[in-house]
Structures are given as structure tokens and as C-alpha cells.
């Protein structure tokens, strides 16, 4: 459910796992307006759905509109996951937590949350759910700046002492001796402006991750790139939101393949 929704392409994912592991069923978009979500969600039960996925702008409200809402989720302060109950109640889960940790050590096999310090750029929904990721996956210290400055005190306040706030005007020199930095903004995205960092005192070795997937390679990761720097783009995290959704629903964490890559990547 989201609204709009048609971009979305949790179907090729989960149409190819439902198929994969043999299932009778079927994974569709339901575009939902929020003065509409109470109703769409109270209506899986009586239509047969597992649960559902939630995409923007639905992520926060629903966390209202379900019965019960898993720990994490709570900390997050968002859901994307529902599923429904034997008994017809509906539980929010976060399964973005897992996806951004999930995609780096895919990438990165051998990399460690704990490796040195963390630069994260941004404060919005998606900051929210990588900062849990963090601390959870063992991260020390993680700088984090937002061009407005007061959400990402807030943020600091909130899930502190780990992170600390860092002024937007101060962002250039935060990077000094960090082992990641990521950009949980919408800046590099399609249509939008790259984002206003200076990588000159990123070590050469700090791993750059951008959860933005349209483009895969976005300014950020472009510049970075350039100067040897290792990178991660956002595909990874939208894969791996995925397979605990679909092991919610239906019991099995499902892979990711080369068959899968292909088919996801022929979606852009
Ligand atoms: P959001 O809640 O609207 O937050 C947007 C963030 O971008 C805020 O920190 C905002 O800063 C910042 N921003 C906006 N315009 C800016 C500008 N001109 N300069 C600097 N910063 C700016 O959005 P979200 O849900 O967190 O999503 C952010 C991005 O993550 C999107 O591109 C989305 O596609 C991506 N995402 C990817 C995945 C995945 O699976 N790969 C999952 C979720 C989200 P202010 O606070 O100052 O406005």
C-alpha cells in the first residue's frame, strides 16, 4: 500500500519468490489513499492477504492503525511490514533495519559496524531506521547532520550517546577519519540536486553508502567512486527489506540470486 505506489518494485521481488518456493498466491499494488488506510488495512483480513507492505507516505500512521507493533519497529518510529494474524489482528514490523545492515554486508562481507567511526547525512524516515540499524549491528560513535539542524539534534537526543549531532555547515570536516559515511537524504536522487558534500577529508578507504536506487549510481557515489573509494547503492537495502517481509508472511527467508538481480535491475 502506498499512495502514489505504481513505481514499487517489491511485485518483481516477491511474484519471483512466491513462484521460487512454490506458493498459490500473488503480491499486488494497492494504491491507498492515507484518509483510506484505517480501512485498507481492517480489510486484509477479510480478503485473504497474508499482510502487506507500507511505502510513503503510510510508514508513521500506520503505527496507530495496527493492533500490536514490534519492539524495533517502536524504536524506529515507523512500519513496512504488516502481517496478519491467525486471529484477524494486524502486527507492524520494521524490516528496513535488517535491509540497510543486510546490503552492506553483502557488499562488504568482512565489514564491521564497530570498524571506526560513522557519518550519517539526513534526519527524515529512512535516517530513523539506518541509525537503528547501526547501533544495533554494534556502532560506536555516528555522526549525524541534516540540513535542518534541529531534527538531527533531535534524532542525536533521542538515540544518544552513540550519536552525536554535527552541524550541517560542519558536515565537509565530519568525514575526517570515518569508515562510513551514508546519505539517507532524497539529494541525488532522479530529479533532484546531488548533495552539497565535500568528500576531500573522507580516508580513501571509508566505505560510501546511498540508499537512494534511482539511479544506482547517484552523484555521491560517483565521486567517491572516483577517488577509490568502495560503494554501496540503495538496490541492496530494497532487496533486503524484502526477504523478512516475505518470511513474516510465509515462513522462509528467501535468497537473492543472479536470476533475481537480473529480473529487478531489468526494471530500471
Ligand atoms: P524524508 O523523511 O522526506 O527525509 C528527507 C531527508 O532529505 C531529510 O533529512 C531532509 O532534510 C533531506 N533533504 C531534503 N531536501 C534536501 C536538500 N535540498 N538538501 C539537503 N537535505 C535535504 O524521506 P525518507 O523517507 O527518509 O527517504 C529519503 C531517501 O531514502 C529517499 O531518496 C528514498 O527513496 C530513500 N529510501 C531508500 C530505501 C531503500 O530501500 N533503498 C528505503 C527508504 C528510503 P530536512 O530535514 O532539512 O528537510
Given amino acids: 500500500m502506498g499512495w502514489p505506489v505504481a513505481h514499487s518494485r517489491s511485485p518483481v521481488l516477491h511474484k519471483h519468490w512466491i513462484e521460487h518456493h512454490g506458493l498459490r498466491g500473488d503480491y499486488v499494488l494497492l494504491p491507498v489513499q492515507p484518509s483510506h488506510l484505517e480501512q485498507a488495512l481492517?480489510?486484509?483480513p477479510v480478503l485473504g492477504f497474508a499482510g502487506c507492505n507500507l511505502t510513503i507516505p503510510h510508514k508513521v500512521a500506520a503505527m496507530a492503525l495496527v493492533d500490536h507493533v514490534d519492539p524495533l519497529a517502536r524504536r524506529v518510529g515507523a512500519i513496512n511490514t504488516v502481517v496478519v494474524e491467525e486471529n484477524g489482528s494486524l502486527t507492524g514490523h520494521n524490516t528496513d533495519v535488517f535491509g540497510f545492515i543486510q546490503s552492506l554486508r553483502d557488499a562488504?562481507?568482512?565489514w564491521q559496524?564497530?570498524?571506526g567511526a560513522i557519518t550519517v547525512v539526513g534526519a527524515g524516515g529512512a535516517a530513523r531506521a539506518v541509525l537503528v540499524s547501526l547501533i544495533d549491528g554494534g556502532a560506536k560513535s555516528i555522526r549525524?547532520?541534516?540540513?535542518?539542524?534541529a531534527k538531527a539534534l533531535d534524532l542525536a537526543q533521542e538515540f544518544g550517546p552513540v550519536v552525536q549531532f554535527v552541524a550541517?555547515?560542519?558536515r565537509h570536516q565530519a568525514l575526517s577519519n570515518v569508515a562510513l559515511l551514508v546519505n539517507t537524504t532524497n539529494q541525488g536522487m532522479q530529479g533532484e540536486a546531488a548533495l552539497a558534500l565535500e568528500l576531500d577529508q573522507l580516508p580513501p578507504n571509508a566505505l560510501v553508502s546511498d540508499i537512494i536506487y534511482v539511479p544506482m549510481e547517484t552523484p555521491l557515489l560517483a565521486a567517491a567512486r572516483k577517488r577509490g573509494?568502495?560503494?554501496v547503492n540503495g538496490l541492496g537495502m530494497l532487496i533486503n527489506q524484502a526477504r523478512p517481509a516475505f518470511k513474516f508472511w510465509f515462513g522462509q527467508m528467501p535468497d537473492i540470486t543472479p536470476e533475481l538481480l537480473t529480473k529487478v535491475q531489468a526494471t530500471f
Fill in 42 to 44: 481492517r480489510g486484509l
Fill in 113 to 115: 559496524a564497530d570498524a
Fill in 144 to 149: 549525524l547532520t541534516n540540513r535542518s539542524d
Fill in 108 to 110: 562488504q562481507p568482512r
Fill in 229 to 231: 573509494n568502495p560503494t
Fill in 168 to 170: 550541517w555547515k560542519e
